[in-house]
């Protein structure tokens, strides 16, 4: 009988052993440092990451990695009275494969950046001039977001549910939002502004 539980447990102890030498918990290591977009292949041989075409690295220049203007105010002249400058992997090629971009944000006095989500990435944004609670100040505002995707993409609440196409039926949102057809109606025959460029 002792011998019996003996020869479970042993057993036990390497089916364990086994199960574990087998799991893993990590993130796939990267196949390169950094994989700098290009536009079209210039070589058959080209390696294709993230939906881009990869830049020889011996010619790869710190040019790759650089965004000029980025110190200059964005026009902010719209209905909204602010201005995305969105810099992804389109803007800044070396930004292929690491998993970041960048964006800067310039608000006109009241000016408001519209509610929005970023579906396949987090933000963090910090404020480096003027006061942000829909720029409450009576002088500019400007801030920097960073985003955990090459390639953040963005939706506009208001655009998405009001400036759909197709339409969404007038009846739904009327119920869902709980306020008259009317309403709804002359919410979607708006202009709908976008300020991401």
Known sequence: MIKMKGICIVLSLVVLGLASSIASASDPSPLQDFCVAVKDSEIESALFV????????????????????????????????????????????????????????DYAPHGLNPPHIHPHSTEILVVVQGTLEFNKGYTNAVAFAGLSSQNATVITIANAVFDSDPRINPNVLTKAFQVDKNVIENLQKQFWVDNNN
């Open 50 to 105: 993230n939906g881009k075409f990869c830049k020889n690295p011996k010619d790869v220049t710190a040019n790759d990695f650089f965004f000029q203007g980025l110190d200059k105010p964005r026009d902010t002249s719209n209905p909204l009275g602010s201005n995305v400058t969105q810099l992804n992997v389109d803007k800044i090629a070396g930004l292929n494969t690491l998993g970041i971009s960048l964006a800067r944000i």
